[in-house]
């Protein structure tokens, strides 16, 4: 794996080093012949990318007609909710962007969480072609972390973390008394890119912990992250980068 830290000055450098990251990995796509697989990001900071990505010059470098979109995570709500993940994206993103409505792949928050899992699951297995046993790989990965070290909607002390065998998983999250449904560690190691978005003074103890500390993803759950053969970027403002401590590690823009 290798990983690269860059810190930007402003949330909106950040948006800018995000969309970057996102229009290079289609183009890749497109250069080796093959589809683009993206898995999006909810919560606030990626809905700043999104909206970027709809205007120039990013709008027109994006092959749309070559874009898969799915989800990393969904919350336990219908598709129209304003806390769906599907919704945030597709007012800020897809409903702006000529993106075939057949390549979108949402989570189907409004039914039972299991069943929600199972299904998505089926999806991904047919989506990728896959044959039992084996992980999609998606090209590009867009996660968050929150304040408590959790991305997608793997929480602290919750079993998905540890989650070996199923491609998507339901867990309980105790603190918001609900489930969530989200793709587990082995689909997120499985990706070739994997960029991290981070913003905000409320992350910084939990990003010093999770890029500087000892190994606890139980607690820190973004630190099952780790994917072997691919690339991860964590891009993170200024506000959230303050407690880190390795400056060789980070690169500032």
Not at 65 to 85: A, K
Not at 201 to 207: H, S
Request: proline letters at 8%; a negative charge; one cysteine or more.
């Amino acid at each position: 794996m290798s990983r690269t830290i860059v810190i930007t000055p402003t949330i909106d450098e950040l948006f800018v080093a995000a969309a970057k990251e996102v229009v290079q990995v289609v183009v890749d796509c497109r250069k080796a012949g093959r589809d683009c697989r993206v898995a999006l990001a909810g919560g606030s900071t990626p809905r700043g990318l999104y909206r970027l990505l709809t205007g120039a010059p990013y709008r027109t470098q994006i092959s749309w007609d070559h874009l898969h979109v799915f989800w990393g995570d969904e919350r336990t709500v219908p598709p129209d909710h304003q806390e769906s993940n599907f919704r945030m994206a597709k007012e800020a993103l897809l409903s702006q962007v000529p993106l075939p409505p057949n390549q979108i792949f949402r989570i189907e928050g409004e039914i039972p969480a299991d069943e929600a899992a199972a299904r998505y699951e089926t999806v991904l297995q047919e989506q990728f072609n896959l044959s039992s046993g084996e992980v999609p790989q998606f090209d590009l990965i867009l996660l968050g972390m929150g304040p408590d070290g959790h991305t997608a909607s793997l929480f602290p002390g919750t079993p998905a973390v540890a989650e070996s065998k199923t491609l998507v998983s339901a867990p309980w999250v105790e603190k918001l008394q609900t489930h969530r449904v989200t793709l587990t560690p082995p689909v997120l190691n499985a990706a070739k890119h994997v960029v991290f978005l981070v913003s905000g003074v409320d992350k910084a103890t939990a990003l010093q912990v999770v890029l500087e500390g000892p190994a606890d993803p139980a607690r820190y759950p973004a630190q099952v992250v780790n994917p072997p053969s691919g690339h991860m970027v964590w891009l993170v403002n200024q506000d959230a980068a303050g407690l880190l401590k390795r400056e060789s590690t980070a690169s500032r823009v």
